[in-house]
């Protein structure tokens, strides 16, 4: 993505020193990242560009007409002139509103294309991160990036440097126009432009610093409000929507301090420039009427000096406004750069190994040690080693924070191990392509992952191309086809976000559905029955037993009445793989399996 180059070496989330140094210049550098994204689109770039080419040039006709016009039409020298002049200023402003017109429309699209492109870019981007990023970053703030920053960039690609480009042209012409009329009066309109563009370079710093300041306290407010709507429950049974409502307060008062600062900043530079145009326009023509009235300038070329003039300071004017707009969005780039210049931790290897077909099922942990990021000092993982032959039934049990979920994390290769090997049919994880690698697997997780679109969709979800009669089937098979039948619209039924509308049971049913449509060779199942009453435990087992004939199956469960009938049974304990075997000889080895047995199977005995 041309937001940031693909070789730029990831970063932290706090900024960079000399970040925070360059952070107060005018820069428009970050808005040269947005050029790949305009040169996609040469055609409506390049009529664009037209249409301010010839919308500043009819612009600029207009005073000769009105020379022409005051020195000859009213001079009672060929009246009849004066129709010609006239309609000939008609004429130049229907062209003058066409290309303005045609400006509007081209800019405006290339500003919403822009958008829509850098936003896909920056989301598949986002989407490619590994669980690591996401541990350490708030989701609101990513979306914030990808929205409020987005938008920024929006004004700048559209109407902003449009804007600028045509002020520029506008500017150049005018003061070329105005050197050939009138040299002398020319050099007085040079000297004061300093005065108008100094202030300009002053007050942009101040806006720049305070635009993205605003961008940054907006991000923190949005990451707070999108991480308490997502615990929503949780935060209205513990009472909390008071302190949660003036903390958000707080934080939409700093960031709307942060934009009224921009407004001062955006407004003093704008009205200082405009007095200082105004200004300089009525010290110009005072200048100008002294020559016409000693007789050494016409009244008509005095008129279009002046109204050069006029274009000119209005250019200078729009500028002003403009590079509020422009150094306000330059900041934008950066704050999705940083983004992107989250390189991904977890990525397929420059060559991967092919993986081999038919895929066998095998898993195998040789050694494997691993500690997650935000706790470098305590291993999940402990010198495990295990093999899981191919269509074997596998069950990790152990306590809470044993390692048990951290297996399925590093087979699916979400994290790398620090230490060992994790192979899946024979082939290194980080040496095969993440996808291939991905595809082998079908997951169940414990806290079920619906989104907010049809109950078909989210069976079908990763299994693109299925028929309907193929997600019927998949629904049957994890017995969910009766109560979706039931539901208002059936397959087509949507969910809220979560699947908030469906009880536990049903969402975790249809996530076995979607499992059982991915037909994929090694099934992991999390906790895959726990939000179940007995009943339906009793069918969806039925139904897993179908589903994991003749693939491999991991199975993670606190109830041990699941899997009393694995084929093998891992126990595990503080990260280290600590016993092995079937139920009957783990209950005979009288070690922690046969105590978590004793608990569960004979809990009158445990108290």
């Not at 706090?14 to 790949?36: F, M, W």
């Not at 629904?475 to 469906?502: N, R, S």
């Amino acid at each position: 993505m041309p937001l940031e180059p693909a070789s730029a070496p990831a970063r932290s989330a706090e900024p960079h020193p000399e970040e925070t140094g360059k952070s107060r210049r005018v820069s428009l550098k970050p808005l040269a990242r947005i050029r790949p994204y305009l040169l996609r689109h040469k055609g409506m770039l390049a009529a664009a560009l037209i249409a301010l080419v010839v919308a500043a040039g009819a612009m600029l006709a207009l005073p000769l007409a009105l020379r022409r016009m005051i020195d000859l039409g009213f001079s009672g020298i060929e009246p009849e002139l004066v129709d010609v002049y006239f309609g000939t200023l008609v004429g130049v402003g229907a062209l003058l509103a066409l290309a303005s017109a045609a400006r509007f429309y081209c800019v405006n699209w290339l500003g919403e294309r822009i958008v829509a492109d850098i936003r896909t870019d920056v989301f598949a981007h986002l989407t490619g991160l590994s669980p690591a990023f996401y541990e350490v970053s708030h989701s609101g703030e990513v979306m914030s990036r990808l929205t409020a920053d987005t938008t920024q960039v929006k004004a700048a690609a559209g109407t902003a440097i449009s804007q600028a480009i045509r002020n520029v042209l506008l500017l150049a012409g005018s003061v070329v126009m105005m050197i050939v009329t009138s040299p002398k009066l020319s050099l007085a309109v040079l000297i004061v432009i300093p005065l108008i563009v100094l202030p300009l370079v002053a007050y942009g710093r101040s806006v720049r610093a305070r635009s993205r300041y605003a961008q940054d306290t907006l991000a923190e407010a949005s990451a707070y409000a999108s991480e308490s709507l997502a615990q929503v429950k949780v935060l209205q049974a513990y009472t909390n929507e008071g302190a949660a409502t003036g903390r958000f307060r707080r934080a939409m008062e700093r960031a709307s301090e942060a934009a009224n600062d921009r407004a001062k900043a955006r407004a003093g530079l704008t009205a200082i420039a405009m007095f200082l145009v105004f200004a300089s326009v009525v010290g110009v023509l005072w200048y100008g009427a002294q020559d016409v009235l000693s007789g050494s300038m016409t009244g008509g070329t005095l008129g279009q000096f002046v109204l050069y003039a006029v274009f000119a300071a209005a250019a200078v004017g729009g500028l002003s406004d403009v590079w509020g707009e422009v150094a306000q969005a330059a900041g934008a780039p950066n704050g999705l750069a940083s983004c992107w210049r989250r390189s991904p931790k977890i990525a397929s290897p420059p060559h991967p190994t092919p993986m081999p077909q038919p895929a066998r099922g095998e898993i195998a942990f040789s050694n494997v040690r691993f500690a997650y990021p935000l706790r470098p000092d305590a291993d999940a993982l402990d010198g495990v080693s295990f093999t899981v032959k191919p269509g074997e039934r596998v069950a990790l049990v152990g306590p809470s924070g044993a390692g048990k979920t951290t297996i399925f994390a590093l087979l699916l290769r979400f994290y790398d191990p620090s230490a060992g090997t994790v192979r899946v049919d024979d082939v290194p994880v980080n040496m095969a392509d993440l996808h291939e690698l991905r595809s082998r697997f079908a997951i169940v997780p414990q806290e079920t992952a619906l989104f907010a679109d049809s109950v078909a969709a989210n069976i079908a979800y990763g299994a693109e191309g299925v028929s309907r009669a193929q997600v019927e089937a998949a629904a049957k098979a994890a017995f969910a086809h009766d109560f979706i039948a039931a539901l208002p619209e059936g397959y087509d039924t949507m969910l809220g976000e979560g699947g908030v509308t469906l009880s536990a049971g049903q969402r975790q049913r249809i996530a076995i559905a979607a499992a059982v449509l991915r037909d994929a060779p090694i099934l992991l199942l999390d906790e895959a029955t726990s939000a179940l009453d007995t009943a339906n435990e009793t069918m969806v087992q039925k139904a897993l037993d179908t589903v994991m004939e003749g693939r491999t199956t991991l199975v993670i469960a606190h109830r041990l009445s699941t899997v009393v009938n694995a084929d093998r049974i891992l126990v595990f304990d503080q990260g280290r793989l600590v016993e092995e075997g079937t139920h009957q000889q783990l209950v005979a080895k009288s070690g922690l399996y046969a105590r978590l047995a004793s608990l569960q199977f004979a809990p009158d005995a445990a108290e």
